[in-house]
């Protein structure tokens, strides 16, 4: 680690862009879903960082260009939607696919600054 908060995940950080540059060569929009995480149930102590440092590689996924980026981390935060502290249940999963239809219906063409 050279002091780079993203260097745990550097080499996936870079394949999305990769992959970001590759569609958009071919006419295709890559758009990165930041899923929920249970607030409530997350363990920082087991993982410190970890949320942040995930957080800002899609930032910077999306500042590369190329990338859409939705944001659903805030998303479902009530017990009622998960099975357990990582994983959400039906009604979870109903939430988060209704946000990503409504943004793909809102949001319905990939860049044109590729």
């Given at each position: 680690d050279d002091g780079d908060e993203l260097a745990p995940i550097g080499p996936e950080v870079a394949a999305i862009k990769n992959l970001a540059d590759t569609l958009a060569s071919q006419g295709k929009r890559l758009v990165v879903v930041e899923l929920p995480v249970y607030e409530a149930g997350w363990d920082e102590a087991a993982s410190p960082g970890a949320l942040d440092t995930t957080h800002e590689a899609m930032l910077e996924v999306e500042a590369a260009g190329c990338a859409e980026r939705l944001d659903l981390r805030s998303l479902v935060q009530d017990e009622r939607y998960w099975s357990d502290p990582a994983h959400v249940n039906g009604d979870g999963t109903k939430?988060?696919?209704?946000?990503?239809?409504e943004w793909l219906a809102a949001h319905p063409d990939a860049p044109v600054d590729c």
């Open positions: 939430a988060i696919s209704t946000a990503v239809g």
